[in-house]
């Protein structure tokens, strides 16, 4: 075996790229169980909820075709169509059809769906300051343009 050949007990050193990303999908671990306890316990919300009603709570009309709330999820349109109806059944989602055109469905946020956001925004942007306390407040916009990068998202579907 030559020397350059890394093995079981003596592993290569990972790229900074490979280091970067593992340290990213533990941070992401490690902040979205901390946001995921929180709204549960208070709320009754998961992270993945809390993340519906959020997107849905800024984009306009308080709505969103079903395929832009999945690209801004990261799901599949099938992923979000499940997601969405355990909130449609509590009422704080409803589907609305486009009168135009049949094939497209929306998503919008109700009444009682903004109100909880409300309430769970409270909740968790104690957790958020906490997490980012360390980065100066100058370069958090310009992290979140990278990750924002990093995941595919452009600055017209945040």
Do not use: W
Request: charged residues 20%; glycine residues 8%.
């Amino acid at each position: 075996m030559s020397d350059t050949t890394p093995t079981a007990a003596t592993p290569s050193t990972p790229s900074d790229s490979l280091d970067f990303c593992l340290r990213l999908t533990r941070a992401y671990a490690t902040v979205t169980r901390r946001l995921d306890t929180a709204l549960s316990s208070v709320h009754g919300l998961s992270f993945g909820d809390f993340m519906i009603l959020y997107y849905l709570g800024r984009a306009p009309g308080a709505r969103l075709r079903r395929v832009d709330l999945a690209e801004r999820l990261g799901l599949t349109a099938s992923g979000v169509t499940r997601s969405l109806l355990p909130l449609e059944k509590l009422g704080l989602v409803a589907r609305q059809p486009d009168p135009r055109d049949a094939r497209v469905g929306y998503a919008q946020i109700t009444e009682t769906g903004q109100q909880l956001l409300q309430y769970a925004l409270a909740s968790v942007e104690p957790i958020a300051q906490e997490a980012t306390r360390m980065v100066p407040a100058g370069d958090l916009g310009a992290l979140s343009a990278l990750l924002g990068q990093l995941a595919g998202i452009n600055l017209s579907n945040t």
